[in-house]
T-cell receptor, first 113, second 111 residues
Framework: NAGVTQTPKFRILKIGQSMTLQCAQD?????MYWYRQDPGMGLKLIYY???????DKGEVPNGYNVSRSTTEDFPLRLELAAPSQTSVYFC????????????FGPGTRLTVL | DQQVKQNSPSLSVQEGRISILNCDYT??????FLWYKKYPAEGPTFLIS?????DKNEDGRFTVFLNKSAKHLSLHIVPSQPGDSAVYFC??????????FGKGTLLTVNP
């Protein structure tokens, strides 16, 4: 099992550009999550999904969109990138919600200049 | 409003001694607590968890204690090893689908 994979590992965007952060898991988990981690801060939930076709907003959803067309994939879309979106983005998945262990990907470091 | 607080940004201990990492929470609806460990340039990995019906959970060198009345939990690592040097995140969950994370504590174990 590869677990949770994320691509790309690093990316530099110019203000106003768009991009999609990819996330995939091969553990057949229903629950998937996107977090961002700013320097010196904890992880903040951007969006989450409880299954294919079902997504919902987390704590900091503004400026992002998600889709979940399959159980395996949960891409995060950034539209009109802003410097405030400079962060490290982590995707995670779990078999059950909240009380279950979440498995994290290695992260994508995004810089918006 | 920070619902999960780790008030010590960093902690330094000697190899072989005990490391104690602390976490406080404010939301009484949290009923499950987890500790994650994170190395640089990697994603967090699960370390240990505790349900609110327990006050202690042990796994090898790692023990988590929960004091519900004080809304406080702590992670004890005994004995500490240099490989334990990492950022430790406390997280709390409840009846919804989400985990709330603290800001993390950087543990440095000196040889």
């Amino acid at each position: 099992n590869a677990g949770v994979t994320q691509t790309p590992k690093f990316r530099i965007l110019k203000i106003g550009q768009s991009m999609t952060l990819q996330c995939a898991q091969d553990m057949n988990h229903n629950y998937m999550y996107w977090y961002r981690q700013d320097p010196g801060m904890g992880l903040k939930l951007i969006y989450y999904s409880v299954g294919a076709g079902i997504t919902d907003k987390g704590e900091v959803p503004n400026g992002y969109n998600v889709s979940r067309s399959t159980t395996e994939d949960f891409p995060l879309r950034l539209e009109l990138a802003a410097p405030s979106q400079t962060s490290v983005y982590f995707c995670a998945s779990s078999f059950r919600p909240s009380t279950d262990t979440q498995y994290f990907g290695p992260g994508t470091r995004l810089t918006v200049l | 409003d920070q619902q999960v607080k780790q008030n010590s940004p960093s902690l330094s201990v000697q190899e072989g001694r005990i490391s104690i990492l602390n976490c406080d929470y404010t939301n009484s609806m949290f009923d499950y607590f987890l500790w994650y460990k994170k190395y640089p340039a990697e994603g967090p990995t699960f370390l240990i968890s505790i349900s609110s019906i327990k006050d202690k959970n042990e796994d090898g060198r790692f023990t988590v204690f929960l004091n519900k009345s004080a809304k406080h939990l702590s992670l004890h690592i005994v004995p500490s090893q240099p490989g334990d040097s990492a950022v430790y995140f406390c997280a709390a969950g409840g009846s919804n689908y989400k985990l709330t994370f603290g800001k993390g504590t950087l543990l440095t174990v000196n040889p």
